[in-house]
């Protein structure tokens, strides 16, 4: 989904809101998982980027859809197994265990799937060891 750039954020934000709501109310998913913004040096981007991811987890929560939440080096480790691993590196690594052919495009879908991958292998984790996700 895209915004127009040029439009007020409340606007940006609204448009975002709807599209989710019909997206979530259309495919019913078991959870919602963003990208928890840890750090970002252009705070141009990080903030926008955060109001869009706090929108998505505000829906969510509101619709009682539960709600999980990676940074990037947890995404990068669950994904390669190394947590300081480049986006090239997540990229292969995301076409690898998706059997694709080649790399997601455009870049977002591939951390969209990375994402999951995540999400999925922390979920099986939890389950096969409740001990150790309850601490």
Request: hydrophobic share 45%; proline share 6%.
């Amino acid at each position: 989904m895209e915004t127009d750039p040029k439009a007020e954020v409340e606007k940006r934000l609204s448009q975002i809101l709807v599209e989710l709501r019909s997206l979530l109310d259309e495919t019913k998913p078991d959870a919602v998982v963003v990208e928890r913004i840890f750090y970002q040096r252009n705070a141009k981007t990080a903030i926008p980027v955060a109001q869009a991811s706090g929108v998505a987890v505000a829906l969510a929560g509101a619709i009682d859809i539960p709600v999980r939440q990676f940074t990037a080096q947890q995404v990068k480790l669950a994904v390669t197994g190394y947590g300081a691993a480049s986006k090239s590196q997540v990229q292969g690594m995301v076409a690898r265990l998706c059997g694709l052919a080649e790399i997601p495009k455009p870049p977002d879908a591939a951390d969209a799937l990375a994402l999951a991958i995540t999400y999925f292998m922390t979920v099986r984790m939890e389950q096969r060891y409740p001990a150790v996700s309850s601490s």
